[in-house]
């Protein structure tokens, strides 16, 4: 029976639903005591000094540490694996400041106590005289004269410049009939994973180190924390349990990581750290934050001829594990699904007093994608065209593309996506209620935005990696493993947090060894059990770690091929083999099942000559390319004019991430991708004072959207093949990537009537409403 | 240790005696007290939802109230919803329809759908996702969770 291609229900649920999570802070180990980390409250302070005579007189206090008595603990500062340039600025960053604070939330001092209770109440008693110092939070203002500097030493706020561009791009604005300039401001987003980041420390009698973390990438984390460290990684063991959600924010290495094995060495007892939800405002990776201008150059008949982008992005106070690099995620992508011959783009890297940024969501995608978006919409409306019709006349047709950026784009269909979404809208139906609706001057405006969208996952080539400067590669591993008795054990590199790769991977092996379902375990998520891995984002657990299991498991096939070969005495060529069984060409009567190989291997008493006993094979995956999902989005407002007040009336979906294993959880996967980029385009905003303090510190005052904000989304897709052996392309980023730019082309949309050609992010009623009143007067 | 004192529940059928501070929240009784930790945290301002019990047959937040507030009250966490033959019904609706992915809000939204199947047995979308509100999850984009209560609603009724 085929299962690849069906929504079988997840094996993850069972557990989850019966409250069984193994989420880090539903762990404790006899002895643990409690981490409370005390954080400046200043975005910019040299520390004068940190007195802790009184929290450790206190009550169930164990230990407190202030930043300078620990500097010795560390090997080196928590690293940054991309500096995307050769003179990138990588101030050093150590888990607890030492001489200065450079963020409203940078760990100053810690405490540790026999309870989180006593922990919290110590932290309190830590008396830090700080020396406020001027900060900036703003990048264009970090980059004027005079700004304060968030590194002294460095002498500016500029932390890099990368530019991508092909030859005679300007020469290709000057020529054009059309020429539109636009800039956009992406705000700060806060991951908001619902599970908060914990991490539960134990170091055994020699040295050996046990890390439970709530963490997308424990392979990362267990290399990093030998740098960190100086602990040699085979001593090192990470386990990402049950956890509970990343979106990118669980990448990185934070901390409180390394800090909690130093104190669990220090003190000889196991040491956990649950973050609270104010905490990780301050203290967890934001998203975004960008400034782009950007230039499109087209003919009259609309054929966009080049495109030129410029963003500033904020890095935040140091550079966290892909600080710098998050931007070129998105480097390619400024063309999109277009073909556009001229091409450039500039990235500029700040400092700014605030918490570092770092992958979220789709991470450099959605930039480039809104701004791209957002301005086909303004070339129509320049040009005077249809905003679907612009699209159209400059999508590409014929793949693999190579894009004047360099890259090739091996599959893809972006008029089927198209035409389908169309089709599933009902656009005519929808522009006549809009026209009925303005025509009878409604209070309440309906309009309709789109995004088709393209982009770059499945992280990714290591050759390529290596050319734009991350310092590891971008494969992954597996192995697959039969047990004597014929039940299969899978270990993947990959290390999920809601993604459901224990029944996906499950289909896959299942398939194609003929053998049920529920016979293969998926294990992962711990560096003792799984070797090999580079973990989980960039939408690369399937497109990359799935065609590694693919390899593996064809491994597997070949050798129980040699067995059974010599066990029957016909040449391998002579086997076929499907369900799960090998038989000769001919005479199918003459067969041996793949569960019998298994068992002929382990007691290898009748092998090949010189093989080994067992039928257990690891591969790793390096892809050649990219993978290039895309799609059609629309989204359909109903702005009310008077108030400002925006709702999403339906969302449409058309996606075409190669094929989907399970569509169920395909479906998943794009829902909550869209929940994230709705958030951002019509509610989310991390808002930083002119100082640097974090006004948005709460889930009251940050708006992470409920089930009663959003509609029900209306999905489709369309496939074509990837070039890779399952024909996959990821999906757990395309929601993010193409939503946001289509809510707010709506927006625009529906008020463009009044003359309303933009509307800041998010397009809050406040916003929306002043967007109308300057219009009007 | 501060002053510690003894608080009385019946939690998940059971009468329960947990030492508790005075300032101690139900839930941090629960998940440390008990070792319910089915009950999950994730924020600091009764937002998130996910620590959302039964209290007397009412869906609460229990992060909302202190541990000794709940005295005597009969509270039924994630864990007290089902034996180890099957699953309630909302949780298999929650299988069923793929109401869950990283699944750590997932035990307050079955609390609170049962909360709300307990008033209205054939709630609408709307309902449902007003009913919801309280109870964030960042992963499904609610839709599925959303489908799992209307077909539990069909299930239990």
Redesign the interface.
């Known amino acids: 029976m085929t299962v690849v291609g069906t929504p079988i229900?997840?094996r993850?649920?069972?557990a989850?639903?019966?409250?069984?999570?193994s989420?880090v802070?539903?762990l404790t180990l006899p002895g643990t005591a409690y981490m409370a980390v005390v954080r400046s409250p200043y975005p910019a302070a040299r520390i004068v000094s940190v007195n802790l005579d009184a929290a450790r007189a206190a009550?169930?206090v164990i230990a407190a540490f202030s930043g300078a008595d620990l500097a010795d603990e560390w090997a080196g500062p928590l690293p940054c694996a991309w500096l995307v340039t050769e003179d990138t600025k990588n101030p050093p960053h150590y888990p607890v400041a030492i001489d200065v604070a450079r963020y409203q939330g940078d760990p100053v001092a810690v405490v540790v106590a026999e309870?989180?209770?006593l922990a919290k109440d110590a932290a309190e008693l830590v008396e830090v005289e700080y020396e406020p110092l001027p900060a900036v939070a703003d990048v264009e203002q970090a980059l004027s004269d005079g700004a304060p500097l968030v590194h002294e030493e460095l002498g500016t706020n500029e932390c890099y410049v990368w530019k991508l561009e092909t030859d005679g791009i300007q020469a290709a604005i000057d020529a054009a009939d059309v020429v539109v300039t636009r800039r956009y401001r992406q705000p700060r987003l806060i991951p908001?994973?619902?599970?908060?980041r914990g991490v539960l420390a134990q170091v055994g009698p020699t040295g050996d180190v046990t890390l439970w973390s709530a963490t997308q990438t424990p392979h990362i984390q267990r290399f990093v924390l030998q740098l960190v460290l100086g602990i040699p990684e085979a001593k090192i063991r990470v386990i990402a349990p049950?956890?509970?959600?990343g979106?990118g924010s669980k990448i990185q290495v934070y901390g409180e990581g390394p800090l909690a094995i130093v104190l669990a060495r220090r003190l000889g007892r196991p040491v956990k750290w649950?973050e609270?939800?104010?905490e990780n405002y301050l203290g967890t990776i934001h998203g975004r934050d960008v400034v782009h201008e950007v230039t499109f150059a087209a003919t009259k008949e609309g054929k966009i001829t080049a495109v030129r982008s410029e963003a500033w992005c904020a890095m935040g106070a140091y550079l966290e594990l892909v600080t710098p690099g998050i931007p070129l995620l998105g480097a390619w992508l400024y063309s999109g699904p277009y073909e556009i011959p001229n091409y450039s783009v500039t990235f500029t890297g700040v400092f700014t007093n605030t918490t570092p940024t770092d992958a979220y969501r789709g991470a450099g995608r959605p930039e480039a994608t809104y701004v791209l978006e957002r301005t086909m919409d303004a070339l129509a409306r320049e040009l005077g065209m249809d905003p679907v019709e612009l699209r159209r006349k400059n999508l590409i047709r014929e793949f693999p593309h190579t894009m004047a950026s360099g890259l090739t784009i091996d599959s893809g269909d972006y008029h089927a996506s198209l035409d389908r979404l169309l089709e599933v809208l009902d656009l005519d139906a929808v522009r006549a209620e809009q026209a009925a609706r303005r025509e009878r001057g409604d209070v309440k405006q309906l309009g309709v935005g789109f995004s088709t969208y393209n982009e770059m996952c499945g992280l990714a080539p290591s050759r390529i990696l290596g050319a734009i400067r991350y310092a590891v590669g971008g494969w992954d591993s597996a192995t697959v493993r039969f047990q004597p008795l014929g039940s299969v054990q899978v270990v993947v590199g990959t290390s999920p947090?809601?993604?459901?790769h224990e029944t996906t991977f499950a289909q896959i092996v299942a398939d194609r060894l003929g053998v049920g379902v529920d016979e293969v375990e998926v294990l992962h998520g711990d560096t003792a059990i799984s070797q090999l891995g580079m973990d989980t984002y960039g939408s690369r657990s399937l497109a990359v770690g799935g065609i590694a299991l693919w390899q593996a498991t064809e491994k597997v096939i070949a050798k129980a091929r040699a067995i059974v070969a010599h066990q029957l005495e016909v040449s391998e060529d002579d086997l076929e083999f499907a369900d799960g069984t090998f038989r000769v060409k001919g005479s199918p009567d003459r067969s041996m099942d793949i569960k019998a190989a298994a068992f002929a291997a382990h007691a290898a008493h009748n092998l090949p000559d010189g093989m080994e006993p067992g039928l257990e094979e690891t591969a790793t995956y390096d892809p050649a390319n990219f993978s290039w999902p895309g799609g059609a989005h629309a989204a359909v407002v109903e702005v009310d004019t008077e108030t400002g007040d925006t709702r999403l009336v339906r969302y449409v979906a058309v996606d075409d991430v190669g094929r989907a294993i399970n569509p169920?959880?395909v479906?998943?996967q794009v829902?909550?991708?869209?929940?994230?980029g709705i958030a951002a385009a019509l509610y989310e905003e991390g808002v930083y004072d002119a100082e640097g303090n974090l006004l948005t510190t709460?889930?009251?005052t940050y708006l992470?959207p409920?089930?009663?904000e959003?509609p029900?989304?209306e999905t489709d897709r369309t496939e074509t093949a990837a070039d890779n052996p399952l024909g996959v392309k990821g999906v757990g980023e395309t929601?993010t990537i193409a939503s946001a730019p289509a809510v707010v082309n709506a927006v625009v949309d529906a008020l463009s009537h009044l003359g309303v050609t933009d509307v800041p992010l998010p397009a809050t009623p406040e916003r929306v409403w002043n967007a109308i009143q300057e219009v009007r007067s | 240790?501060?002053d510690r004192e003894r608080v009385g529940l019946v939690v998940n059928g059971e009468p329960r005696l947990v030492e508790v501070?005075p300032?101690?929240l139900l839930v941090?009784a629960l998940?440390?007290g008990l070792g319910?930790?089915?009950?999950?945290?994730?924020?600091?301002?009764s937002?998130?939802g996910?620590c959302t019990v039964l209290v007397d047959g009412k869906a609460v937040k229990s992060c909302t109230l202190l541990a000794l507030q709940a005295e005597g009250s009969e509270v039924t966490?994630?864990?007290g919803i089902?034996d180890e033959a099957g699953?309630h019904p909302v949780?298999q609706a929650?299988?069923?329809h793929?109401g869950?992915?990283?699944?750590?809000?997932?035990?307050g939204m079955?609390l609170t759908a049962l909360d709300l199947l307990s008033r209205d047995p054939d709630p609408d979308?709307r309902t449902?996702?007003?009913a919801?509100?309280?109870?964030?999850?960042?992963?499904?984009?609610?839709?599925?969770?959303?489908e799992s209560v209307r077909a539990a609603a069909e299930a239990l009724r």
């Open positions: 229900k997840r993850e649920d069972e989850l639903l019966r409250g069984r999570g989420f802070d539903n009550e169930g309870s989180r209770a908001n994973a619902i599970e908060p049950d956890v509970g959600g979106f649950t609270e939800r104010s947090h809601g993604q459901g169920m959880i479906d998943g829902h909550g991708g869209l929940a994230q709460t889930m009251a992470v409920s089930a009663a959003l029900s989304f929601g | 240790m501060p501070e300032r101690t941090h998940r440390d319910l930790t089915g009950t999950h945290v994730g924020c600091d301002t937002q998130c996910a966490t994630i864990e089902a699953l949780q929650f299988v069923e793929h869950l992915q990283c699944g750590f809000c997932t035990p079955i979308e449902i996702r007003h919801l509100r309280g109870n964030l999850c960042r992963c499904t984009g609610y839709q599925p969770i959303v």
